[in-house]
T-cell receptor, first 113, second 111 residues
Framework: AQSVTQLDSQVPVFEEAPVELRCNYS??????LFWYVQYPNQGLQLLLK??????LVKGINGFEAEFNKSQTSFHLRKPSVHISDTAEYFC???????????FGQGTELSVKP | DAMVIQNPRYQVTQFGKPVTLSCSQT?????MYWYQQKSSQAPKLLFH???????NEADTPDNFQSRRPNTSFCFLDIRSPGLGDAAMYLC??????????FGPGTRLTVL
């Protein structure tokens, strides 16, 4: 079985500051890793994914994440945030056999001017 | 553009009155999922279709049913909605076990 822990439920940050949203996972099998963003009253949009290969993954909107197998982490980063990045961010894992997504509880990113 | 479409975006129903939510996709994906997302919570998988095979999650209430008449369409039926069923319902699709693509969701209100 897999599980995902997002270590911060809320992250307030000022515009143009860097941000890191933390995600740890546990699994007894190899997994795929994802970050999704959800704006109010919208569905989930894929930011980036790690399937294999390079551990540094670049996504849309200037976000990137680094897969760290030894620490079982997949933290999301952006060097300079905008007001428009204010949203809920979900980290998720899926096993490579069944593809079922397991989500973390979400991190609310609030960017202030 | 290829996409996942959900109708309606907002649905209001009365306590106990059956309701159906619709999802369609132009991605030609073989897997379709239904999630329930309550306020400030992560999406919770209700069930999914892998091709024509229906897979129900163990803790999905019997009140929730689903139909997939063809590859493109999938429906969520709530037979007798209760106040606790008010939520955002998200449809997603994937090709096999690859990444899932989500629709915009249907916000269900139960009066």
């Amino acid at each position: 079985a897999q599980s995902v822990t997002q270590l911060d439920s809320q992250v307030p940050v000022f515009e143009e500051a860097p941000v890191e949203l933390r995600c740890n996972y546990s699994s007894s099998v190899s997994v795929y890793l994802f970050w999704y963003v959800q704006y109010p009253n919208q569905g989930l949009q894929l930011l980036l994914k790690y399937l294999s290969g390079s551990t540094l993954v670049k996504g849309i909107n200037g976000f990137e994440a680094e897969f760290n197998k030894s620490q079982t982490s997949f933290h999301l980063r952006k060097p300079s945030v905008h007001i428009s990045d204010t949203a809920e961010y979900f980290c998720a894992v899926s096993d490579r056999l069944r593809g079922k997504l397991i989500f973390g509880q979400g991190t609310e990113l609030s960017v202030k001017p | 553009d290829a996409m996942v479409i959900q109708n309606p975006r907002y649905q209001v129903t009365q306590f106990g009155k059956p309701v159906t939510l619709s999802c369609s996709q132009t991605l030609n994906h073989n897997v379709m999922y239904w999630y329930q997302q309550k306020s400030s919570q992560a999406p919770k998988l209700l069930f999914h279709y892998y091709d024509k095979d229906f897979n129900n999650e163990a803790d999905t209430p019997d009140n929730f049913q689903s139909r997939r008449p063809n590859t493109s369409f999938c429906f969520l039926d709530i037979r007798s909605p209760g106040l606790g069923d008010a939520a955002m319902y998200l449809c997603a699709t994937s090709y096999g076990v690859n990444e899932q693509f989500f629709g915009p969701g249907t916000r269900l209100t139960v009066l």
